[in-house]
Structure formats: C-alpha cells, structure tokens
C-alpha cells in the first residue's frame, strides 16, 4: 500500500511566474484535499474533491489558484503569477467516503522569490 | 467564527513525566483528530474520536474527548524523547475539511 504522493518536493520560483503540483492519493481512495501549511502554523484547507468533482473551495483559493482532478484519480493544484505570501508548504491528503481518517502525504514546499 | 484552539502552544517536559495538552473548539464536531508531525515532515494520523467520552490509547499517547465541553485532550504518560514533535487537533464542523489547531510544539529534555 503506497501511501499520498506529492511532486515536486520542493519548488523554488520568481514571483510572477506560475507553479503546478501534482498529488496521487491512496488507491481507490475518491477524496482528495489540499491544504496549505505556513510556518508555525496548522494547516488550513484549500479544496477537496469527491471523484473528479469540487466540492468545495475555501476563500483562500483566489482566482490565481486553480485545482483539478480530471479522471478522478491524481490532482494538479495550478498557482498563477506567484506571489511571496504563497510562500508554505502544500499537502495532499486523500480518504475513501465513508471513512474517518485523511492521509496526508510529504507536501511540496514552495519558495517565491 | 468557527476556531479550534490548542495550550499550551509550547512544551518542554523531562523524559519519564506526564503532561496534557488541551484542544478547545467553538461548535459542535463530527469528528476529533489527533496529527503529529515531524519538523520538514508531513502530518501523520494518531487518533479519530467520534463521540462524547470516546477514549483511545497508543503506547504512552492517550486522547479523549467531551463533546459537552467542547474539549479533547492528549496526554503523555512517562515521555521519552521520541515523542518530541508538533501535534495537531483538528476536526470536522458539518462538512468534511479538517480545521485544525496552531499545533503545541513539544520537547522532550533528557
């Protein structure tokens, strides 16, 4: 069983220029969540998917932020024009309906210049 | 304003000591979650507490939960060094996102 994985690790950009991470959750797992962690601080959610559908997104997620899960399966999680206060680290996590518990996996840690 | 609160936020204990950490939130929960995270590391699930006096144990870990207090609390029973880490409530408000807590950092001194 393989667990939440995350690419890149680490992304080191200049402001303005535009990032795209990528998530596998879990096998047959058909949530999927984005959080997004800054230092010294718990995560907060960003937006979560059942299958290939959003079902919800947090104020956070402005207009330069965009997520897919097109065939249900992986996630991209696309920033536009990148700012220094995107700056944190971005964790995945994924869950079968029905369950409890949401798993994260290592989160890509972004750097804006 | 939904706010889920943890203290302390920092905590130093000496090896072999018992402590709690306190997890208060403002509404009625779903369910409790209890993450440690490593430093550079991402969040790993410790416990699920789904009802008022649910009780879990995990070697020297023990959480709990009184949903009529809107309170859960993590103990530590005779800490080792292996337990220093960031440990995170979190729950879920109606819906299914984990709101979580500012995280208590804890060291354990030798």
């Known amino acids: 069983d393989t667990g939440v994985s995350q690419n890149p690790r680490h992304k080191i950009t200049k402001r303005g220029q535009n990032v795209t991470f990528r998530c596998d959750p879990i096998s047959e797992h058909n949530r999927l969540y984005w959080y997004r962690q800054t230092l010294g601080q718990g995560p907060e959610f960003l937006t979560y998917f059942q299958n290939e559908a959003q079902l919800e997104k947090s104020r956070l997620l402005s207009d330069r932020f965009s997520a897919e899960r097109p065939k249900g399966s992986f996630s991209t999680l696309e920033i536009q024009r990148t700012e220094q206060g995107d700056s944190a680290m971005y964790l995945c996590?994924?869950?079968?309906?029905?369950?409890?518990?949401?798993?994260f996996g290592p989160g890509t840690r972004l750097t804006v210049l | 304003e939904l706010k889920v609160e943890q203290n302390p936020l920092f905590l130093s204990m000496q090896e072999g000591k018992n402590y709690t950490i306190y997890c208060n939130y403002s509404t009625t929960s779903d369910r409790l979650y209890w993450y440690r995270q490593d430093p550079g590391k991402s969040l790993e699930s410790l416990f699920v507490?789904?009802?008022?006096?649910a009780v879990k144990q995990e070697g020297r870990l023990m959480a709990s939960l009184d949903t009529k207090a809107r309170l859960s609390t993590l103990h530590i029973t005779a800490a080792v060094h292996d337990l220093s880490a960031t440990y995170f409530c979190?729950?879920?408000?109606?819906?299914?996102?984990?709101?979580f807590g500012t995280g208590t950092r804890l060291t354990i001194i030798p």
């Open positions: 507490l789904l009802s008022n006096g």
């Open positions: 996590a994924s869950s079968l309906a029905g369950t409890d518990t949401q798993y």
């Open positions: 979190a729950g879920t408000f109606g819906d299914e996102k984990l709101t």
